[in-house]
């Protein structure tokens, strides 16, 4: 059984710019959760959506946003990148959504601003 | 609102020594804790988690937890700490609602040969 995906696993970025990252969960889940990790700030939960729409946001500016498809696919969208939004970029997902289910994370995209 | 405190952002020990990782959390409902461990440029994977079913509790690579309900605590262990296990340790607990996982800051642990 195929894990989390997540690609690309490395991006370089100008401020400025904006990058669109991407998530495919474990076939058969339907939750799928965003976060941030950085050494300062340590692991932030962006967002979450299940069956394409967003359940929970975090504290993050407009700027971050995501998506869900049909198939459970997520994206995330980052504009106006700023030097901060370099981080590693983690998804998740979780079989149902509901309590009591862990979550399986991808391998991470590794974003770097300059 | 749930959280959880990971007490030393370092941990030392000698190969074949006792780990114990310490977290505490913070919740006013019943909480299901977790601990993911994290390799350098990997994502996160799950040693165990406490769902309510039993106090201790068991997970892979021979790492146990013990939830203390009158202590607030979710300690991680394992007897015996292998070269293999350094890296960095994640305590998290379900927020309210069940659709974020909230993590503390982490605790890199360190094996001396």
């Known amino acids: 059984k195929a894990g989390v995906t997540q690609t690309p696993r490395y991006l370089i970025k100008t401020r400025g710019q904006q990058v669109t990252l991407s998530c495919s969960p474990i076939s058969g889940h339907r939750s799928v959760s965003w976060y941030q990790q950085t050494p300062g700030q340590g692991l932030q939960f962006l967002f979450e959506y299940f069956s394409e729409t967003q359940r929970n946001k975090g504290n993050f500016p407009g700027r971050f946003s995501g998506r869900q498809f049909s198939n459970s696919r997520s994206e995330m969208n980052v504009s106006t990148l700023e030097l901060g939004d370099s981080a590693l970029y983690l998804c998740?997902?979780?079989?149902?959504?509901?309590?009591?289910?862990?979550?399986?994370f991808g391998q991470g995209t590794r974003l770097t601003v300059v | 609102a749930q959280s959880v405190t990971q007490l030393g952002s370092h941990v030392s020990v000698s190969e074949g020594a006792l780990v114990l990782l310490r977290c505490n959390y913070s919740?006013?409902?019943?909480?299901?804790l977790f601990w993911y461990v994290q390799y350098p440029n990997q994502g996160l994977q799950l040693l165990l988690k406490?769902?309510?079913?039993?106090?201790l509790v068991k997970g892979i690579n021979g790492f146990e937890a013990e939830f203390k309900k009158s202590e607030t605590s979710f300690h991680l262990t394992k007897p015996s700490a292998h070269m293999s296990d350094a890296a960095e340790y994640f305590c998290?607990?379900?927020?309210?609602?069940?659709?974020?996982?909230?993590f503390g800051a982490g605790t890199r642990l360190f094996v001396k040969a």
């Open positions: 406490y769902t309510s079913a039993a106090t």
């Open positions: 998740a997902s979780t079989r149902t959504g509901t309590v009591n289910t862990e979550a399986f």
């Open positions: 919740s006013s409902v019943p909480p299901y």
């Open positions: 998290a607990v379900l927020g309210t609602g069940g659709f974020k996982t909230i």
